[in-house]
């Protein structure tokens, strides 16, 4: 026992209180000590084991000036702070003890003043930390023993994940595959590829190498579209990828539908036209129908009130009324725009089948018989014949984009004739105005039909002779604006479009509506309908 603790004990014994020298206050023993309020005016009372000590005034006498005093007590395992006011000072400053875990006693070692100044700290605390060494160790061994049992279930869990995902991709690679096969036999059936029809119904084909697998495409006609016997309107499609011993199937079935309407009525009489007339317009186009010859069909006199030569609204034409005179008013919803038109052609000149020209073309028959179409030219095209009669015979659509001259206006323009053959000439410009019309046929070129005409923009048609024949028609449809007729001859067919017909002097030419109509010519609603198909239902299976 230290002389301190001895003389603690005897005060304790005698009753009698002494103060400890600065020295023995500094390092009071650690045995539950704690600081009790003093009575007032006096120094903070330290209690160690029961024994009231009362450090010495000399600890606090040189800082008490103009200061209350905080006296702050650290306990080793339980900090609590207990404040000493001490009267007629000023809260300025207060003192803080910490362990010393050397000697397990409290230390004072320093004060801090609020008004901005600082003493640097009088004691250092040496040796604080050395009763945890060892627990950077325990805390390692724990985070181990956890890690430990967490990685286990991890690697488990991510080696089932590798497995399964590998899996996963190998069904999603081949369900790819076989649906790439259902779309690409969509596309084949959209674009006339495959021609299917209940008395023809299966087609089969290959698709190698689609994500690694082999793709087996098997396409069966299933029903007809429309009551029409050799046209499908729904199809089953059996798409089957394997590859790597596994496999899936996809069983999709196709709903044809009609992407055009029904145009075939422009060809119903002599003259169509888009426009509401005035009176007026309906006199002037009068006067240049009696220039001309309108032979009466076989119905025309007695379904058709004006006779041959009338014209019509067609909101009161009546019924059964065809093949006779001029029809005017002729409803928006069944008069096709240019983009639907320029769609329909646009499908015989694509792919490898058609020919394409690019940029401004001439064609030269030189004399010599010419076979051409499906053609497609991006951009002005003129035919003409520089040598002795000769024949220029449509073997498939004729799409132009730009501006049209046949046998017009050009050097070395001798004779010739341009046989239509069931095909179709259809010219994109929708140029107008005198001279830059966007199809100009002239007085050098004989038509033969069967036939069409098309064109966006103006036509100027001067065609030499007949144009086409009573069983042979030929129909030529100005789509937006006019079209300027001279004929020199006999007109067999029909003509769609503003019209402005010029008589030449001396002439009395006609305009005859075939007796047996029209038949099929390549024309929305006078072919079959070209369907899209979309898909109605699809079911991927396994294998």
């Known amino acids: 026992m230290t002389d301190y603790q001895q003389q603690a004990v005897g005060t304790k014994q005698s009753g009698v209180s002494s103060h400890p020298t600065e020295g023995e206050v500094s390092r009071l023993p650690m045995e539950k000590v704690r600081c009790r309020l003093p009575v007032a005016g006096g120094p903070p009372i330290l209690i160690k084991s029961g024994l009231a000590v009362t450090p010495p005034a000399s600890l606090f006498e040189e800082r008490q000036p103009q200061s209350n005093l905080v006296t702050t007590v650290h306990h080793r395992h339980a900090p609590l702070a207990i404040c000493s006011r001490m009267p007629r000072l000023i809260l300025s400053s207060y003192y803080q003890w910490v362990i010393d875990a050397e000697n397990d006693c409290y230390i004072l070692i320093s004060s801090v003043y609020h008004n901005g100044e600082s003493e640097v700290m009088k004691i250092v605390v040496k040796r604080l930390i050395r009763h945890e060494k060892g627990q950077a160790m325990l805390v390692a061994l724990i985070l181990l023993l956890v890690g430990g049992l967490f990685c286990s279930s991890l690697l488990a869990f991510m080696g089932t994940g590798l497995l399964t995902g590998e899996v996963y991709e190998k069904r999603t690679a081949e369900l790819y595959a076989a649906d790439a096969g259902v779309e690409d036999a969509v596309w084949k059936l959209d674009h006339g590829e495959v021609a299917l029809c209940p008395g023809d119904p299966t087609y089969n084909y290959t698709m190698a190498d689609v994500n690694n697998k082999s793709v087996a495409v098997d396409i069966t006609s299933m029903g007809a579209y429309g009551g029409a016997g050799n046209l499908t309107g729904t199809y089953r499609i059996l798409s089957t990828a394997t590859g790597d011993g596994t496999g899936t199937k996809i069983e999709a079935y196709l709903d044809g539908s009609s992407r055009y309407g029904d145009y075939s009525g422009l060809l119903g009489h002599v003259i169509t036209i888009n426009d509401d007339l005035t009176e007026a317009q309906i006199k002037d186009l009068a006067n240049e129908l009696s220039k001309l010859e309108l032979p009466c069909c076989a119905n025309c006199t007695e379904l058709c009130e004006l006779e041959c030569k009338g014209i019509y609204d067609y909101d009161t034409i009546p019924e059964g009324c065809e093949g006779c005179g001029v029809v005017y008013n002729y409803p928006d919803p069944n008069w096709p725009p240019p983009s639907v038109m320029s769609d329909w052609y646009l499908e015989d000149v694509q792919g490898e089948k058609a020919t394409h020209y690019s940029g401004d073309t001439e064609i030269d028959l030189a004399g010599a018989d010419l076979p051409l179409g499906p053609a497609y030219v991006e951009g002005g095209l003129t035919i003409h014949n520089s ?134 010519l390549n024309f929305p609603g006078m072919t079959q309908p070209r369907l899209f198909y979309s898909i109605a239902s699809w079911e991927a299976t396994p294998l």
């Not at 994109?428 to 007085?443: K, M, P, R, W, Y």
């Not at 100027?460 to 604006?481: N, R």
């Not at 067999?492 to 002439?507: M, T």
């Open 387 to 520: 040598g002795g009669n000769a024949t220029l015979t449509l073997t498939g659509t004729l799409y132009v984009t730009g501006n049209t001259k046949i046998a017009y206006n050009t050097a070395n323009n001798n004779e010739m004739a341009l046989d239509l053959n069931v095909q179709t000439i259809f010219v994109a410009s929708n140029s107008t105005g005198g001279g830059h019309e966007a199809l100009q046929v002239g007085d050098k070129c004989t038509i033969i039909g069967p036939g069409i005409i098309v064109a966006v923009g103006d036509v100027y048609f001067a065609p030499k002779g007949d144009v086409g024949s009573l069983t042979e028609p030929v129909f030529l449809f100005s789509v937006s604006v006019t079209a300027q007729l001279q004929p020199s001859n006999n007109w067999y067919g029909a003509i769609a479009g503003s019209v402005d017909v010029q008589v030449q002097p001396g002439k009395t030419p006609s305009l005859t509506y075939p007796p047996g109509g029209f038949g099929t």
